[in-house]
């Protein structure tokens, strides 16, 4: 008995300490924040001590143009023919000379693209597929935004090979040289994949100027990482026994990588291929900021003018793209290819895509005498911008005092206090707040890291921009769980619940997240709950697909022996399943900030005041140093948030010896 109070003493007497630490400091910032004037200094950061970091970016950058401008332009100019191939054979055409007497090919029949689709899908899926992704593109024929599609598709057509090409030569590398990868890849695909879409912009469109070619670079290098990530994870799972096959036939380093290596990890690598589709596909309307075009460029532009139709018919069109390609993507990675003895023909071993070529083929030459096949006929197309209209007018009419009742509710009694209190909380106080949590969840060195972190914001200026963007990220993202954790719950326990919340969730992931602007402005115009709607909206899925996994991965046997103990189907989720899942839900979590922080740059768009706000106006005033620190500012809120959660979800796991 005594034994086990002297192991059980030690540890009450450490959580009691870190109580009393916790409650030492909450009175100090409390105390500080009602008596601003005993230190100053501490409480609001003094502009004179601002490291102008800013400025030096936009002299390096200044240096950068002035002095390797024909490398830029070289690049853009190599880049340029690939990319005006793709748009003339999808969206304009080809011609030769000039005037009358020019030559002319055109481009692929809108038919024949809709036939190759479906053929396509029918290849993987059979028809179930090839009626989805072939019923998908005629949609977009149909409702007028076929000529923006193809643009968009244009793009998508070199940003996935360029990406995955890269992605797969880095995973390769951070394969072979595992310190490169631990020093020098992993941070740089955490930085990559925290710092927002936005921030992208300024450095290329300084370096590249304004067009597409720079909005493809931008794209690449958004939607790379998880290609990256991908191929490590994939070349460092393959069973040793098919690694040693390889050393046994005599392979060389080359040869075992691509014949053995490679294909045994295609199932994983082709996941890491449609990451790199729906991120491209993400981009794209922030791209088209600088001159992508396309369906981006008609959404921002609708979101601008708050035409809701033609926002929502060009969102529509976009999500339709994007479920075509997810689940062409999706297929080809579980498709198990048929194997032919060696020697066979082409045609023989891809009969499909042969038959989607012959229909191209076929259909563009006979646009050429049928204008039909050509340009779609506008007796065919409808249009669906006036019926949105009518609704959104309709309900604003009939429950706008309803709708506004709730707005106002929300504003005032949730987002303003925590607003004002972030604002108007010591600068230093909190970010000793966050050091102590990271001495807590991980031991000194995350405290280090944590707290050269929070005092970044500060250093460089944007301190209050950073709180209004943690302000709306936090109660974005505990909305996020308070509606997905039981619904994953509910999906979890429920298996006809599941059938129906699955493929909604599939569904919302697939979405790009300027799609979701699109409701949330139709109801409630501009400002914070507008942005908070649209955050919940787009953060919700992680944390509703985490609690899935982890409530349906609590092993059998331990549902049977608590069943046997006698609990109740209550007790077994509250004192069994729940404790043993929230590893997972806490990374559902972690992925939901994420998730938050980068749709909050894209909300600036409708009038937060945010860090998000910074970007865009860095984006319309050319300040690369602007975009660059802030963009570093919402990776390193990303980056707190990623390993205070992972420190965290660790200490569970080792606490329920699941570690």
């Known amino acids: 008995m005594s034994a086990v109070a002297s192991v059980a003493m030690p540890a ?33 950061y003094p502009k004179n001590n601002v490291l102008p970091l800013m400025a030096v970016v936009d002299i390096v950058m200044k240096w950068l143009v002035d002095n390797f401008s024909w490398l830029t332009r070289g690049i853009s100019s190599v880049m340029e023919v690939p990319l005006d191939f793709t748009i003339g054979l999808f969206a304009k055409g080809f011609s030769f000379g000039d005037g009358d007497s020019a030559f002319r090919i055109p481009r692929l029949s809108w038919l024949g693209i809709v036939a190759a689709t479906a053929c396509i899908g029918f290849s993987y899926g059979r028809w179930p597929l090839a009626l989805l992704t072939g019923g998908c593109m005629l949609y977009i024929a149909l409702f007028g935004q076929w000529e923006s599609a193809m643009l968009t598709l244009a793009s998508i057509a070199i940003c996935v090979p360029v990406g995955v090409a890269a992605g797969l030569a880095v995973g390769i590398w ?85 014949r053995v290596l490679v294909p045994s990890s295609r199932p994983l690598l082709m996941i890491g291929v449609n990451q790199v589709i729906m991120l491209t596909l993400n981009m794209v309307i922030i791209a088209s900021m600088i001159g992508a075009g396309g369906l981006g460029f008609d959404v921002l532009l609708a979101v601008r003018a708050m035409k809701i139709g033609q926002g929502v018919e060009a969102g529509l069109a976009l999500v339709v793209l994007a479920i075509t390609l997810d689940r062409l993507s999706q297929a080809a990675a579980t498709h198990k290819p048929v194997l032919h003895p060696p020697g066979t023909p082409f045609w023989h071993r891809h009969p499909y895509a042969m038959l989607a070529l012959a229909i191209l083929a076929v259909t563009t030459l006979l646009s050429t005498v049928v204008p039909a096949l050509h340009e779609i006929p506008a007796s065919i197309t409808m249009t669906t911008a006036p019926i949105w209209a009518k609704i959104v007018g309709w309900i604003n009419v009939n429950f706008f005092d309803a709708i506004e009742a709730v707005r106002v509710w929300l504003l005032l009694n949730i987002l303003k206090p925590f607003k004002i209190f972030l604002l108007g909380a010591p600068w230093l106080g909190l970010a000793a707040a966050a050091a102590v949590a990271g001495l807590q969840a991980g031991g000194w060195r995350l405290a280090l890291l944590i707290g050269l972190l929070a005092i970044f914001p500060a250093l460089t200026g944007v301190w209050d921009k950073t709180m209004v963007t943690i302000y709306l990220c936090a109660i974005g993202s505990v909305f996020s769980a308070m509606l997905g954790i039981p619904i994953g719950i509910l999906a979890a326990r429920h298996d006809r619940f599941r059938s129906i919340v699955l493929p909604v969730i599939d569904t919302l992931q697939t979405l790009p997240s300027f799609v979701y602007l699109i409701p949330a402005v139709m109801l409630l115009r501009v400002g914070d709950v507008t942005a908070l709607v649209a955050v919940v909206l787009f953060a919700i899925v992680p944390a509703i697909r985490y609690t899935i996994f982890g409530i349906r991965g609590v092993p059998p046997e331990t549902i049977e022996a608590a069943i046997v103990s006698g609990c109740t189907p209550r007790q077994i989720l509250f004192r069994v399943q729940l404790p043993l899942a929230i590893p997972e839900i806490m990374l559902g979590i972690n992925q939901t900030i994420m998730l938050a922080l980068s749709m909050l740059v894209i909300t600036a768009l409708v009038g937060t005041q945010d860090l998000g706000q910074e970007v865009n106006t860095a984006l319309s005033k050319a300040q690369p140093g602007r975009a660059l620190v802030t963009g570093l500012t919402v990776a390193f809120i990303g980056i707190i948030a990623d390993r205070l959660i992972q420190a965290w979800s660790l200490r569970a796991r080792r606490r329920l010896n699941l570690a």
Not at 13 to 40: C, H, K, M, Q, T
Not at 201 to 227: K, N, R, S
């Open 12 to 44: 009450n007497a450490i959580r009691s300490g870190w109580r009393w630490a916790w409650a030492g400091l909450i009175v100090a910032i409390i105390v500080l924040y009602l008596n601003a004037e005993w230190l100053p200094w501490a409480v609001v």
């Open 174 to 258: 951070g394969h072979r040289a595992p310190q490169a990868n631990k020093l020098f890849i992993t941070p740089m695909l955490d930085l990559m994949q925290t710092v927002p879409a936005f921030a992208y912009l300024v450095p290329v469109l300084f370096l590249f100027g304004h067009g597409q070619v720079p909005a493809l670079i931008v794209t690449v290098m958004f939607a790379m990482p998880p290609m990256v990530r991908a191929t490590i994870l994939a070349l460092s799972q393959v069973p040793p026994e098919i690694n040693d096959f390889g050393d046994m036939v005599g392979c060389t380093r080359r040869q075992k990588l691509w």
